[in-house]
């Protein structure tokens, strides 16, 4: 389990240091100014320090309904997360 654990803040830590290396490319397939990237950036910081913040409150909420309603929970949020963030057809770089 250690090991799993890990590994996902590996591949989180990459990734979340990899996107102002990337910026240059996507302000280009994108269309963005570079006020608007660095605006897409740092909401991807704030959205990772909130949604910790919660899901470290959450479950302190909730433990009295165990966590049988969990992987419902997280299943409709990642539901709503992919209809949600999709980008439209302007914005979606050529492939």
Aim: hydrophobic letters at 50%; charged letters at 5%.
């Amino acid at each position: 389990m250690l090991g799993i654990g890990v590994a996902a803040q590996a591949g989180f830590s990459a990734a979340i240091s990899g996107l102002p290396v990337t910026g240059t490319s996507m302000r280009g397939g994108y269309l963005l100014t570079t006020f608007i990237l660095g605006v897409v950036i740092g909401a991807t910081y704030l959205g990772t320090a909130v949604s910790e913040i919660a899901w470290c409150i959450w479950p302190d909420r909730s433990a009295s309904t165990g966590a049988a309603g969990r992987p419902a929970h997280d299943g409709l949020a990642l539901a709503l997360m992919a209809i949600g963030l999709v980008p439209g057809g302007g914005g979606v770089p050529p492939t």
